[in-house]
C-alpha cells in the first residue's frame, strides 16, 4: 500500500509538471500574438534603398524589406502600424506617425534625427565640394546634433512615453558609413571619410544617451554594420547611386543582415 501510495505520488507530481508546461507554452504564444507593434522613424526605418516597396506608401517608401516589415512578418504580432516614412525629421514625426499609438502599444522602434541634423545635405557637400568643405560641413552638423538635437529628441521621446505607457522601445542608430583605408579607389579623400564617420559616431552617441535617459533600450548598429561599410568587400550601404534618394542607405542586406538582428535582439 505504501508502496503504491509513492508511485501514484509520483504519477501526480509527473502529471502535475506536465500540466504546468502547458498554459506557460500557451502564454508565451498568446503574448506574441497579442503584441502590438508600430513602427516610427525617417528613411532607415522606412526601408529607402532596400527595393520592394510599398506602392500605398508613395513618397516615405516602406519597403516590404525593411527591418520593421521583416520583424512582423517573422512574429506575426496582432497589429502592425507601420508609420517611418523617408525624409521624416522629428517634427514630423510628433505631428504625423504617432497616431497608432495607444495604451495597448506594445513595442515601438524608431530612427530619427539624421535628417534634424542635416545630414543628407552634409553628405552633398562632401560628394561635391572639396575635402576641406566636407570636413566643415561635418563639423557644423556635429555642433547641431550636440547642442540642439538632444532637446528635440527628448520631445519625441516623451510623447511616445505619453501615449504608449506600456510599451517597450527600441530606438536604432545609424551606422558608419565608410571602410576606411577600404577597397575604394576613386571617390572622396580619406579624410573626408573619416569626418562623415565621426559625425555618425556623435549621432550615435547623443542618441544612444537620449534614449537611456528615458528608458528606452538602444539598438547600436555600428558594430552589425562593421566589415560592410561602403569601401568594403561586401557593402549593405549605398554610395552615391541613381536614383539618388537610394545614396547613403542601407541596402535589403543592410536592412535584414544588419538592422534586423539587433533590433529582434531588443524587441
Not at 508511485?7 to 502547458?22: C, E, K, M, W
Not at 500574438?33 to 532607415?44: I, K, N, Q, R
Not at 561635418?138 to 547642442?147: E, H
Not at 510599451?167 to 571619410?193: D, F, H, I, T, W
Amino acid at each position: 500500500m505504501k508502496l503504491r501510495r509513492l508511485l501514484a505520488g509520483a504519477a501526480t507530481a509527473v502529471l502535475a509538471l506536465g500540466v504546468s508546461v502547458i498554459p506557460t507554452t500557451a502564454s508565451a504564444q498568446e503574448a506574441q500574438a497579442a503584441e502590438v507593434y508600430v513602427a516610427l522613424g525617417d528613411s532607415y526605418s522606412s526601408g529607402v534603398g532596400a527595393g520592394n516597396y510599398d506602392s500605398a506608401s508613395g513618397d516615405c517608401r516602406r519597403s516590404n524589406n525593411a527591418y520593421p516589415q521583416r520583424w512582423a512578418n517573422a512574429n506575426g504580432p496582432s497589429a502592425f502600424h507601420f508609420t517611418a516614412c523617408s525624409g521624416a525629421r522629428t517634427g514630423d514625426v510628433l505631428s504625423g506617425q504617432l497616431g497608432p499609438l495607444n495604451s495597448s502599444t506594445t513595442l515601438v522602434s524608431i530612427s530619427i534625427g539624421g535628417n534634424d541634423a542635416g545630414f543628407a545635405d552634409a553628405m552633398q557637400t562632401c560628394v561635391l565640394q572639396s575635402t576641406a568643405s566636407c570636413v566643415n560641413r561635418m563639423g557644423q552638423a556635429n555642433t547641431y546634433i550636440t547642442d540642439n538635437l538632444p532637446a528635440q529628441l527628448d520631445a519625441v521621446y516623451s510623447e511616445i512615453s505619453a501615449r504608449a505607457p506600456q510599451a517597450r522601445v527600441v530606438v536604432l542608430g545609424y551606422p558608419r558609413m565608410y571602410q576606411l583605408n577600404g577597397s575604394c579607389a576613386v571617390g572622396l579623400s580619406e579624410q573626408a571619410r573619416a569626418a562623415i564617420n565621426a559625425t555618425s559616431d556623435t549621432l550615435s552617441d547623443v542618441t544612444a544617451k537620449r534614449a537611456a535617459d528615458h528608458g528606452f533600450s538602444y539598438g547600436d548598429v555600428r558594430g552589425a554594420f562593421s566589415g560592410h561599410e561602403i569601401c568594403s568587400s561586401s557593402p549593405w550601404l549605398h554610395s552615391v547611386t541613381f536614383p539618388i534618394g537610394n545614396s547613403y542607405h542601407p541596402n535589403a542586406a543592410g536592412q535584414g543582415s544588419g538592422y534586423l538582428p539587433v533590433f529582434a535582439g531588443l524587441a
